[in-house]
């Protein structure tokens, strides 16, 4: 490790494990959720509620009100995040399984290469051949009947994307502190999907027990826990491969419950593909180093 960066405190560890567990079992309870709840109104409901639950805390915590600009940068890369990248995804989950969801997200650092690379980063060899695996796997990937069924399953691929280029330029725009910007970008996004949901004529529905359990879960551990985790991992001076480490154990994560709890299964390509994308991310946060 290099001599300049810290060695992670215990709640840099805790950050990551929180990632590791309530982000990897995220996409099955977004399968959940979905079930009996329009995705863009659950998606509502979930950031919005998040948002409102966590400005609340801050403020009753003497966090002060953020400046008009930095309300801005919070609010544009929320949508980079939340509403492009988790909403792609979210909304083809009506077609595409949990498991196989996690999987093709878990090419976002990917992608935070490639970004990465034109906005000054050097790409370093093992990056290249990385990215060059994990876009093989998603070649594989591509042939999972889930894809197939319906065109509007290929959204999935956007979501990685959209969150890839959020999080790069997300230490490029000034946005409110900490926490607080966790919050503007839940509430920004989950006033951005009620306005989807209203121009797409969503309806509600009477949910299930089972989707409400799930949107609770989404809400508190993988919405206000989560994301807090992830933005304070972003502010840390910690190696790259480190803080996106998580991209690479949600989808095994993600597989075992999807596996385990709802009978999904990816064909003999597409287990191919889960492997060439997992060596391919640790061939790119690994290149990272040094």
Known sequence: MN????????????????????????YLANKLAIATIDPFIMLAIRLGSSGLLLFALLRLLGWTLPRGREVLGS?????????????AVVYS?????????AVIVSTMPLWNAFFGRFLGRRTRAAEWAGMALGLV?????AGEPDLKLDPRALLVFA???????????????????????????????????AAIALLAGARW??????SLAALAYLILLAGVVSYS??????????????????????????LAL???????????????GVVLIVLGVGLVVGGRRG
């Open 159 to 193: 979501g990685p994307v959209s969150w890839a280029f959020g999080s790069a330029i997300s230490p490029r725009v000034p946005q409110a502190p900490g926490p607080m910007s966790s919050a503007i970008h839940m509430m920004g996004a989950g006033l951005s999907f």
């Open 3 to 26: 001599q300049s960066e810290p060695h992670p405190t215990p709640l840099d560890l805790s950050a990551l494990l929180a990632l590791y567990l309530f982000w990897g079992g995220a």
């Open 229 to 254: 985790a992830y933005l304070h991992l972003l502010s840390r001076p910690l190696r790259p491969a480190l803080v996106t480490s998580f991209a690479y154990v949600n989808p095994l994560v993600a």
């Open 75 to 87: 609010w544009l890369v929320g949508q980079l995040l939340l509403v492009g990248g988790m909403g």
């Open 137 to 141: 796997g998603v070649y594989l990937l």
């Open 205 to 210: 529905q009477t949910p299930s027990a089972t």
């Open 93 to 101: 989950q009506q077609w595409v399984s949990s498991s196989l969801a």
């Open 258 to 272: 999807g596996v385990g709890f709802a009978g999904e299964r990816l064909t003999g390509a597409g287990m191919a």
